[in-house]
């Protein structure tokens, strides 16, 4: 399973998984010494805290598929940044996001040629719940700010 996990970040660590009806959930931790401040970009290796984050991603054998990461806050050692701490982040990821980016690709390819409720309908289906409404926003946010 870890080099599942590691096609999806090279620096998550794969710590366990559980399979509960048709979702797999599959708990990660960053393995990165160090982690740059995204205010400023000096590298910090101080921890502040840990917390989880969940989010989703494509399937696994026909399962959905939730990840939990021990996501880390860390310290901004530059004294000249605005921000005192800040949360790790990851290519895969938007800020604040539920969905991995590869995920969102796949909703919307499914949801380019058909309804949003069509496109509900056979997401639901072994690859992610989503609703009409969180489809047609991400058709609106990729087709309007591109």
Not at 49 to 55: L, V
Not at 92 to 106: E, H, N, P
Request: with cysteine.
């Amino acid at each position: 399973m870890d080099e599942f996990i590691k096609m999806l970040d090279e620096n998550l660590e794969y710590l366990g998984h559980e399979i509960l009806d048709d979702m797999v959930i599959i708990h990660v931790a960053s393995n990165r010494k160090e982690v740059r401040c995204p205010y400023c970009g000096s590298i910090s290796n101080k921890r502040h805290s840990t917390y989880e984050r969940s989010f989703q991603d494509l399937p696994i054998m026909g399962k959905k598929c939730k990840l939990i990461i021990n996501n880390r806050k860390m310290f901004c050692l530059n004294s000249d940044c605005a921000h005192t701490t800040f949360a790790e982040k990851f290519d895969f990821l938007f800020s604040k996001g539920k969905k991995t980016k590869r995920l969102l690709d796949k909703i919307i390819d499914v949801s380019i040629s058909t309804s949003s409720v069509a496109a509900s309908n056979i997401l639901k289906d072994g690859i992610v719940t989503v609703g009409k409404s969180t489809i047609c926003n991400l058709l609106k946010k990729r087709y309007t700010s591109s």
